[in-house]
């Protein structure tokens, strides 16, 4: 009797042992494929709103920046109007950058490896790396480029992301203006087991009166493997008025 | 700015993949080019299969009835999303005759956006340009 008592003691501890551990020592696991939450596939149940990304926070460029930003949309819609879009990155086969790759245009895929998240964007195969338990680096120590520097830790069930070194020519989301001092928070989250969120945060005290947010929602995609995609044969060009136009072939 | 009318993606085995992406957070505006109202249907004979990224291409010869051929070259969907919405590469080769659903250029010129596709082998595939969705009429 003292033997099965004793047994059954060591196996609830080693039971509470191996809990507490899952929940203290390892980190959530946010590997695999991921689609756009909630998606549209025939004969779907509705979305659970719970999991739905939740609204966007407003914009608020300054007023030097806001006002050359409305007039650039409104040449934008202006423009598709009459049929002659004006051309942008993307018509060039420039990739995305941060933050916009991180949009579920296409999937995604993230890989959890020891001191590093690396997250792969299907379109035009963008890959960023984040650094685990490392310190940020100054911003005008990182070469401004697409995709930045990241660092990141975990608190409790949430990645914090830092981003930095994103240049001034890769647009923000909805190609936003933003200055060499944007710094990009992400904290991502599993808010179901199979459903991810990225808060995305926009800090900016050149271009943005308050910081601005906004979220982006994944469904986890088991089983689906990345295709690759290598933008080699732009059809679309850009005329001399900055339009875009297909190149049509004689045969 | 177009709106979006969703339509589902032939291809069951791939409705759990089905994405529906709002256009205007894209920034892709070239599908302002076509004319999605006065759509056009294209029957003749395929002379060049382009499966590359950032879009598939069908170049189609189209006899007029004054007995010559016009040439014309229509824009498809990634080889990505036309994969996730049931084609395969295979689909299509030089030589088919195929009848094409396309949104003309809105400049008159002789291409478009494919809208559906009826193969030579009587399949109907539709583009999934943007990916899950249709313009709005």
């Known amino acids: 009797m003292k033997t099965l008592l004793l047994s059954l003691v060591v196996l609830a501890a080693a039971a509470a042992a191996f809990a507490s551990a899952t929940a203290a020592g390892s ?111 100054k911003i ?27 240049k001034e020519e890769v647009l923000g989301y909805k190609d936003t203006p933003h200055s060499s001092q944007m710094r990009i928070t992400e904290r991502f989250r599993l808010v179901a087991p199979d459903v991810l969120h990225d808060q995305i945060t926009v800090e900016d005290p050149v271009t ?18 990345m295709l690759e995609y290598v933008c080699e044969n732009n059809r679309e060009y850009v005329d001399d008025k900055g339009v875009t136009r297909m190149r049509l072939q004689d045969r | 700015m177009s709106s979006i009318r969703v339509a589902g993606l032939t291809g069951a085995a791939l409705a759990g993949l089905a994405m529906l992406v709002p256009l205007a957070a894209s920034g892709h505006h070239s599908f302002a080019m076509f ?65 094409l659903l396309i949104n003309p250029l809105k400049d008159g010129s002789a291409g478009g956006m494919l809208e559906e596709a009826t193969l030579a082998d009587g399949r109907t595939l539709g583009d999934s340009n943007p990916p899950g969705g249709v313009f709005e009429r």
């Open chain 1, 27 to 137: 980190p959530p696991d946010l590997s695999g494929t991921w689609s756009v939450y909630p998606g549209r596939a025939k004969g779907s149940t509705p979305p659970d709103p719970k999991l739905v990304a939740p609204p966007p926070g407003p914009l608020l460029l300054k007023p030097k920046y806001a006002q050359p930003y409305e007039a650039m949309r409104a040449k934008q819609r202006e423009s598709d109007q009459r049929g002659e879009p004006l051309a942008n990155a993307s018509t060039e086969c420039i990739p995305n950058g941060m933050p916009t790759m991180m949009f579920p245009i296409y999937p995604i895929e993230i890989l959890q490896t020891r001191g590093q998240v690396t997250i792969i964007q299907e379109a035009m195969s963008q890959v960023r790396r984040i650094y685990l338990g490392q310190p940020q680096m």
């Open chain 1, 140 to 166: 005008e120590d990182v070469p401004p480029g697409y995709f930045g520097h990241s660092v990141g830790h975990w608190e409790g069930d949430t990645l914090v992301v830092d981003t930095v070194g994103v």
């Open chain 1, 208 to 225: 943005l009166e308050k910081p601005w947010t906004y979220t982006f929602a994944y469904r986890r995609n088991p089983g689906y493997q």
């Open chain 2, 35 to 99: 004319d999605h109202v006065h759509r056009v249907t294209l029957a003749g004979t395929v002379t060049r299969f382009q499966w590359t990224n950032p879009h598939v291409f069908i170049e189609l010869d189209v006899p007029e009835a004054n007995g010559q051929t016009k040439h014309f070259s229509i824009e498809c969907a990634s080889p990505n999303v036309l994969m996730r919405g049931g084609w395969k590469y295979t689909d299509v080769k030089v030589g088919d005759k195929v009848k």
